[in-house]
């Protein structure tokens, strides 16, 4: 079972960077294609919005389109890391953000194909 851990939450200011890292724990990780999702704290549901995945290897990713331009997603399989880096923050980016896997390498915007998620980690970017 993989395990994911989101590293890098935080407090910025609009227009600052922030990179979220997702830590994947067991094995083949290289194996699992990943992807960001985020929740606006207190909004109602438990629909998470797709911001970007990334496939077993690099070379393969797609962006919402809320972000393209300013985040880029990047993934260190030696490190069993993925990153999210996200500059030119905005109000509306603050949310809870997930980062999530799947052992079958599939790159989807829908979050019910993603087995393994991370716990969540908070941005805030006030306004």
């Known amino acids: 079972q993989m395990q994911l851990r989101e590293i890098g939450g935080g407090l910025v200011q609009p227009g600052g960077s922030l990179r979220l890292s997702c830590q994947g724990s067991g094995l083949f990780f290289s194996g699992y294609s990943v992807a960001w999702f985020r929740r606006t704290p207190g909004a109602p549901g438990i629909s998470y919005d797709f911001v970007a995945n990334i496939g077993q290897n690099d070379s393969v990713s797609s962006l919402a389109d809320s972000v393209k331009g300013r985040f880029t997603c990047s993934r260190d399989n030696a490190r069993n890391m993925v990153h999210l880096q996200m500059n030119n923050l905005k109000p509306v980016d603050t949310a809870i953000y997930y980062c999530?896997?799947?052992?079958?390498?599939?790159?989807?915007?829908?979050?019910?194909?993603?087995?393994?998620w991370g716990q969540g980690t908070l941005v805030t970017v006030p306004s």
């Open positions: 999530a896997a799947d052992p079958f390498g599939r790159l989807s915007s829908d979050d019910t194909i993603y087995p393994n």
